[in-house]
């Protein structure tokens, strides 16, 4: 009896390729984490800090304005489902990709800054957000979300009818898991940050999202010293506004010991951290 041998040979590559493929994508980027995974993503001159669960759950804290950047970003992750997304204040830098990432990705809630926008790209988010009836709510100092299993934000600020404006109204998380912290400070310049200070919340955190981008109106040696941060994270494109500053780079380092874990997304792009019980470990975003 003849056997089509040669008609079977040609297969095993294919065979192979397609295992080696499935291996692959088991290691990469859709695997499960064994813990939080936070990136920051860089998105230019603005902020964006994605959140991802050991089960699959998708936060993101600020859109950033390069839609593209950041939806090629979530598409390469393989997020999914967007649990909550927090807006910290009306900037675009801080949320104009918001109506793209609506087109591509479900989100369930939306928690809107006190600050109000009369800016059309402001006031035309709004109107998708009311199109699609979206959830959504304004967060408050002393506001806890329970966002399953050990992932808690706490909202520190800002309080209700807080006497300041702007950048000041930015609204700051502080991220806990596992016994880690990560604090997420939108734009808040020294006037927020003393506001907070007076407060008396506890503000340690393992990593700081450094606020306003480095600039110089933030970032006073009171607050960093506060939160003692083990990694400092700058969202900037220096060649915009100069940012960071030397002078919150100067704070930072006073604070920090030095500047080697100062990490910037100008030079180091899209920076992210995996944590859990056993500690804080920075991780190739692209893996």
Known sequence: MFFPILRIVPLFPVLCTCFLMSCNLAGGPGKR???????????????????????????????????????????????DTLQAAVISHPDLDHFGAFPALLHDFPVKKVYLPEGTSTNPAWLGMIRDLDALAVDRETLYAGDILAWGGPLTARVLWPQPHASLSGNDLSTVLRIEYAGKRILLTGDIEDAAESAILGEGFALAADILKVAHHGSRTSSSLAFIAAVRPSWSVISCDSTVYGHPHVE????????????????????????AFELDGDGVRRIDPWQ
């Open 33 to 79: 984490a064994n813990g939080l995974r936070v990136y920051f993503v860089d998105v230019g001159q603005g902020d964006a800090c994605v959140l991802r669960t050991p089960e699959n759950r998708w936060y993101i804290y600020d859109i950033g304005n390069e839609e593209r950047t950041l939806i090629a970003f979530l598409r390469h992750v393989r997020a």
């Open 248 to 271: 919150a780079l100067a704070d930072l380092a006073v604070v920090m010991g030095g500047e080697e874990r100062i990490l910037r997304t100008d030079r180091e792009g899209t920076i």
